[in-house]
């Protein structure tokens, strides 16, 4: 019988499975379904679980909750000291499963003695990563798929620092799932049991005050703020997701009073029922939030994906049209806001540091080095960002000033340790009402960035492969670029091809190419850790607009055409 048959079996006769997924099971009549569901556990890395909800071995359901929940429960009583006693922080998102995939791994952690805090409802990532490090907690696990479809749901884990697990960890961790002989056996107590033993303790608002005042504290100019902010109307859609009350809660509290949440989209909604894609990189996803600014006359629209750790922004462009910044412009805007702040009022340090990754465009470091900070380059992935952050930290080598990626990832303050929607939010409000009070626009501020440091444009090509032959489909794409490397792009030549595999410019080995051009301009190609996807990313470098765009759509021509 092949593996995947045989898994399959052993599902369909445990004798406790949950009614639910055995009739899911039950209801199987397609060999192919069959293999997709069984031929693999979910895969567990640095970046932690993702999956369609359902039944089987690579599905995300209780059992594979349990398992991943076991293998990281044995992790922290083995590796981390005093783990048991300080616990693991649990969050959770609004889809589907949500609070209860939650309630099993705190009841997994449990069995094994390993406190658990767990929210009482549904909290943004960027606060999870916060309480980790408020509570002192041994890690953190969120449940959410972040912007995927209504029918995933995922699992991240946090280390003691607050951040994403590193390599070494995950690795650790993965080493003890394997060791999970039988996931359908495992032991988990009730939410109740936990309670009255002591074991589980439930978080409240006491952790929501804490973090909306360390918020708070990031602002550059509050005075300045509170007196214009009654002129500022905001626009705020949380995309059905958690960004909802703690983005209200800072706004309000930095003195906005005219922040509009778009009714459709306020409460939580699994179905994510008003968008095609929950996803604050999609245009379509703020229909809704750019009617009704249209009906209040809205100087910046905000929205925050389903677990609030990234934010798009959306702004009036000369002709008074709205236009959807991507992830490289909010965040140049963002930097180029945050130097100048600091420069004017004399927080700027001397060792200052911004942090970005390998995909991100370079617009942000050439804002960085005019203003005296250095700029360091990591693979993509927030985590590696929190890597550094840490390291500088324990060192003293660099002040950590801000840190983001091309995704809509931005952090200003290190109270977080991964990317935080409800931060940058609040900075881009802020940044709107201070440019407003100067008669500027934020688009009209980014043409000034664009003319002082040359036009950098930046787009991104997702192709999808599902099921295992998308899977063998994407690593054929990768194997045949690195035995025959392109030396030019259209009439664009290559200057350097950097296969990251190789474990280039200090950084850790990443299954990731980048052609750097001879202009400036590059091409980086990612298979999606989380999703079965493969990835391009295009810069276009030049000193106007007009040649740029024509340089990015010449790239992306000779891509689609090579993918064909």
Do not use: C
């Amino acid at each position: 019988m092949k593996g995947y048959q045989s898994e399959y079996q052993r599902w369909l006769h445990h004798q406790a499975l949950e009614p639910h997924l055995l009739q899911e099971l039950q209801g199987l009549s397609e060999e192919k379904d069959i293999e997709d569901r069984f031929y693999r556990h979910l895969e567990f890395g640095t970046g932690g679980l993702r999956g369609v909800i359902g039944a089987g071995t690579n599905r995300m359901n209780t059992y594979t909750v349990r398992r991943v929940t076991e293998g990281l429960a044995r992790y922290l009583v083995q590796h981390v000291e005093g783990a048991q006693n300080k616990g693991v922080v649990i969050a959770y998102d609004s889809r589907h499963m949500s609070p209860e995939f939650a309630a099993e791994a705190a009841g997994v952690l449990a069995n094994h003695g390993v406190r658990a805090y767990l929210f009482q409802e549904l909290r943004p990532t960027p606060e999870l990563s916060f309480a980790v490090r408020h509570l002192g907690a041994a890690g953190g696990i969120v449940v959410t798929a972040s912007h995927n479809p209504p029918e995933y749901n995922g699992y991240k884990v946090y280390g003691e620092d607050g951040g994403q697990l590193p390599p070494h960890a995950a690795d650790q961790i993965l080493a003890e799932i394997d060791k999970v002989e039988d996931e359908l056996v495992l032991q988990a107590l009730s939410l109740e049991e936990g309670i009255a033993r002591g074991l589980i303790t439930m978080l409240g608002d006491e952790i929501d005050e804490l973090y909306t005042e360390r918020l708070v504290g990031l602002s550059l100019q509050p005075e300045l703020i509170r007196a214009v902010s009654d002129e500022v109307r905001i626009v705020f859609t949380p995309l059905h997701g958690t960004g909802n009350k703690p983005v209200r809660r800072v706004l309000e509290a930095l003195g906005f009073r005219h922040v509009h949440v778009v009714p459709e989209q306020e409460l939580p909604d699994p179905n994510f029922s008003t968008v095609k894609s929950p996803n604050p990189e999609e245009r379509q996803a703020f229909t809704l939030a750019m009617k009704l600014a249209e009906e209040v006359d809205a100087d910046v629209i905000l929205g925050t994906d389903p677990d609030a750790d990234r934010v798009g922004v959306v702004v009036r462009d000369a002709g008074g049209e709205f236009m959807v910044l991507n992830g490289n412009q909010t965040g140049a805007l963002l930097l180029h806001y945050i130097l100048e702040q600091r420069k004017a009022n004399g927080t700027l340090p001397a060792n200052g540091v911004m942090l970005k990754t390998i995909v991100t465009s370079n617009l942000g470091r050439a804002i960085a080095e005019k203003n005296g900070v250095t700029t360091v380059d990591v693979l993509t992935g927030f985590k590696f960002i929190g890597e550094k952050i840490k390291e500088y930290e324990e060192t003293g080598a660099h002040t950590f000033l801000f840190g983001y990626e091309e995704s809509y990832g931005y952090l200003i303050g290190d109270f977080v340790r991964d990317k935080d929607a409800v931060q940058a939010a609040m900075m881009a409000a802020e940044m709107a009402a201070y440019y407003k009070g100067q008669g500027k626009t934020l688009s009209q501020v980014l043409h000034e960035v664009y003319e002082t440091y040359g036009t950098y444009l930046e787009d991104l090509l997702s192709f999808t492969f599902k099921g295992k032959e998308g899977q063998e489909k994407i690593a054929q794409m990768m194997e045949d670029l690195r035995r025959t490397p392109l030396t030019a792009m259209g009439s664009l030549q290559v200057e350097a091809a950097k296969d990251y595999a190789q474990g280039i410019e200090g950084l850790p080995k990443a299954n990731v190419l980048k052609y750097v051009l001879t202009d400036g301009s590059w091409v980086a190609i990612r298979p999606s850790g989380t999703e079965p996807k493969i990835k391009f990313y295009f810069s276009a470098v030049a000193d106007n607009r007009t040649v740029a765009m024509e340089k990015l759509e010449e790239l992306k021509s000779f891509v689609l055409n090579l993918i064909q």
